[in-house]
């Protein structure tokens, strides 16, 4: 059974930083794709941050670009999420899930396999 497992939100003072894992179990994902997604209250889901198969490419949401930098240990089946400079407006519950391809997308109907979540709340 796949099972994807967020970890390492919690409540910040804006400016401070995160670091986000996930942790994949249950069958290999180094072909895929990897992403995190967030979700305010009251919102729609959006894309956050992408990493391709190999580690090598990453795409990143206009809103965190050089704020935030994803990453992947295939090896260990891990993708993380850096955080810095973490604003209010960063609140959110963040996802990581699994492409169905190997290259990157910001399309979250090309996501197959989700984690449970996990709450990052930025005061002010």
């Known amino acids: 059974q796949v099972q994807l497992v967020e970890s390492g939100g919690g409540l910040v003072q804006a400016g401070d930083f995160l670091r986000l894992s996930c942790a994949a179990s249950g069958r290999t994902f180094s072909n895929n794709a990897m992403g995190w997604f967030r979700q305010a209250p009251g919102k729609e889901r959006d894309f956050v941050a992408a990493?391709?198969?190999?580690?090598?490419?990453?795409y990143y949401a206009e809103s965190v670009q050089g704020r935030f930098t994803i990453s992947r240990e295939k090896a260990k089946k891990m993708v993380y999420l850096q955080m810095n400079s973490l604003k209010p407006e960063d609140t959110a519950v963040y996802y990581c899930a699994v492409a169905r391809r190997s290259s990157i997308t910001t399309n979250e109907n090309q996501y197959f396999y989700w984690g449970q979540g996990t709450q990052v709340t930025v005061s002010s």
């Open positions: 990493i391709d198969w190999s580690g090598t490419n990453t």
